[in-house]
């Protein structure tokens, strides 16, 4: 029999698989981390945490707001639409304002895009950038925790022309540390798994691997 078969491709294919989806899960109940370049967005202003920057200012309508915590400035204008903006980051042009990629975002796409689950719309303007702006529209706060509402649901906040707005910058995308593939193995037992759970998933992957190393020599 040919060493290098479709048995032997599905072996490798088994192992590899195995080795990057154990990892993977095993990760995200350890809490661990692997850093990934192209991250996942995070979901979520209520876990501050997740920026290093945020601010929260409530609006009314047919007026300018600056979020001056943030830097650059952001600026948020609501007239007909929301429109976002950050101020230049250079001497010589640190007076003007530039509209951000995504803006501006009309009233009828805040309704539309609401979620009553999280209570608020959220939008990324500049995203991928330097620049890159998480904002999350809520109804008008009451309290300034987002806890209870001046009008609900974000239509009727609209209607009375009062929004509170977070601006988020700095997300701190999930990682975690690819090392953490060289753990399986061992079954991810100098990760903190127990004794008999790494024996498991250590042996699952020691078995696939001889599986595959005797097929590539005996044939």
């Not at 370049?37 to 300018?64: C, F, H, I, R």
């Not at 988020?168 to 008999?196: H, K, M, N, V």
Request: charged content about 15%; hydrophobic content about 40%.
């Amino acid at each position: 029999m040919a060493r290098v078969s479709s048995l032997t491709v599905f072996t490798v294919v088994t192992l590899v698989c195995y080795t990057i989806l154990g990892t993977a899960i095993y990760s995200v109940f350890a809490g661990t981390t692997f850093s990934d370049p192209y991250g996942g967005k995070v979901a979520g202003w209520e876990y501050a945490e997740d920026y290093l920057v945020s601010e929260a200012q409530n609006m009314t309508k047919n007026s300018a707001t600056y979020f001056t915590v943030l830097d650059p400035d952001r600026v948020i204008d609501w007239w007909a639409t929301l429109k976002f903006y950050r101020k230049g980051t250079n001497w010589w042009d640190s007076w003007l304002l530039f509209e951000m990629s995504g803006s501006p975002r009309t009233e009828a796409e805040i309704i539309a895009d609401f979620d009553t689950d999280k209570n608020y719309t959220k939008y990324i303007f500049d995203e991928g950038g330097d620049f890159e702006t998480h904002a999350f529209i809520y109804c008008k706060w009451s309290d300034g925790t987002g806890s209870t509402y001046d009008f609900y649901p974000i239509a009727d906040s609209i209607a009375n022309n009062e929004l509170t707005i977070v601006l988020a910058s700095d997300a701190q995308y999930p990682s975690y540390d690819i090392g953490i593939l060289i753990g399986i193995l061992t079954g991810f037992y100098f990760y903190g798994a127990p004794f008999e759970i790494s024996v498991i998933i250590g042996g699952i992957w020691w078995a696939l691997c001889l599986l595959t190393l005797v097929k590539l020599v005996v044939g």
